[in-house]
Every structure is written in C-alpha cells, then in structure tokens.
C-alpha cells in the first residue's frame, strides 16, 4: 500500500510533532508544506481547515484536522502496528493517558509555553501555573520504570510526550529521574528521532 500523508505545519515542535512521529512510526511518506505565523487565518488555508488550526494532514484525499485525531486515524488505518492496543484492560489505560495528555495537560501547557516565550498575554502563565505544574508532576510521576505506557509501545506514548517535552520546556518539569529515563526511551526510538520531536529538547 502507498502510504503517504501531506501535513501543513508551522515548525518541528508544534503540534505537527504528533501526526510526524506517529506517521514516521506507520512508514508513511511525509511531504510537509510550512505555514508562517498568521498564514493560518487566511482564507485559502481556513477553506482546508476552518478552525484556523496547524496541523492539517491530507491522506488519500481526505482532509484531516486536530492533531491528536489525526493521529488516531491513522493508527486505525493500520491496527497491525498495535498503536491502538486491542485487549479490553489495557484500552483502559490507553484512553485514560491519551484524555489526559491530550486533553487536561495540552492546551494549558501549550498556552503556558507560549505566555513564557512572549507570543501570547503573560497572564495565561499566572492563570495555569500553579494546576498546570501539578498536573504534569503527577502525570510525570505516572510514567512506567520501564517500557512504555502501556507495555508496548502505542499512541498514548506520542501523546504523553508531547505534553511532557512541553512541561520540560517550559520549566515546569525537571528533566530528571524516571521522567527523564521514559523520555529518553521515546526520545530512542528512530521516529521519533526521524520526525526531529526533540531536537529542540536536546539543544
């Protein structure tokens, strides 16, 4: 099968990051189209995606948007490569970490990130500061000694890294201890390492 994907994107660290690694861990072909800041809100890439979002992804002429169902889709398009865990008990656990990567601890990291580095209000720092630090703390501390989330590897394993190369970023999580040894697992993984998810967490 010819698996390729088009993904519009504003850098490696963005979300893009996501549907990257997860596309790049499925043997996709990536062709990627970079979209300069405010770009997004013009009405050429608002008729591909009218939430104004980055990323978009075309596969087999499909638009898709939102980077977390992006990425699901495409791992239900190949379940032989077990991102989506099929056994009842650890589908538990899969959506469990996957709803609160994705929908507790990434918005308000990424707001935060942004506030930090002066491309949004600093208000939004104040506001998450205190919730968000404890959140990702407590997530971070919920992280395997070994293995990966779920054993093996799966989607829930992109999407917690995500959140928590963002809490390191940011100067909420101290790349340390059994955070640091889940994240240089993932960080080992040749797609991620093709995919450049943590090139900026290196540097």
């Given at each position: ?13 963005d ?26 809100k ?76 002066g ?19 407590t ?13 093996e ?25 059994r ?16 995919s ?8």
């Amino acid at each position: 099968m010819n698996r390729h994907i088009k993904l519009w994107s504003f850098a490696d660290v963005d979300r893009s990051g996501k549907v990257r690694w997860t596309a790049n861990e499925l043997g996709y072909q990536i062709e990627e189209e970079r979209i300069r800041p405010g770009d997004h809100k013009t009405d050429a890439y608002r008729q591909m995606n009218p939430y104004e979002q980055i990323p978009t992804a075309e596969v087999t002429g499909k638009l898709l948007v939102e980077s977390t169902a992006i990425c699901v889709m495409l791992a239900e398009r190949h379940p032989e490569a077990g991102l989506i865990p099929q056994d009842r008990e650890t589908r538990e656990l899969f959506w469990q970490s996957m709803s609160t990567s994705s929908s507790t601890l990434e918005m308000p990291a990424v707001l935060y990130y942004l506030s930090r580095a002066g491309f949004i209000d600093e208000a939004w720092q104040e506001l998450w500061s205190d919730s968000l630090q404890r959140r990702l703390k407590t997530f971070a501390e919920s992280m395997p000694a070994a293995g990966y989330i779920c054993d093996e590897f799966t989607l829930a394993d992109i999407c917690a890294a995500y959140s928590l190369r963002i809490g390191v970023q940011a100067g909420l999580l101290p790349m340390e201890g059994r955070l640091e040894a889940y994240l240089r697992r993932c960080m080992a993984r040749p797609a991620a390492q093709a995919s450049r998810f943590f090139d900026q967490l290196e540097a």
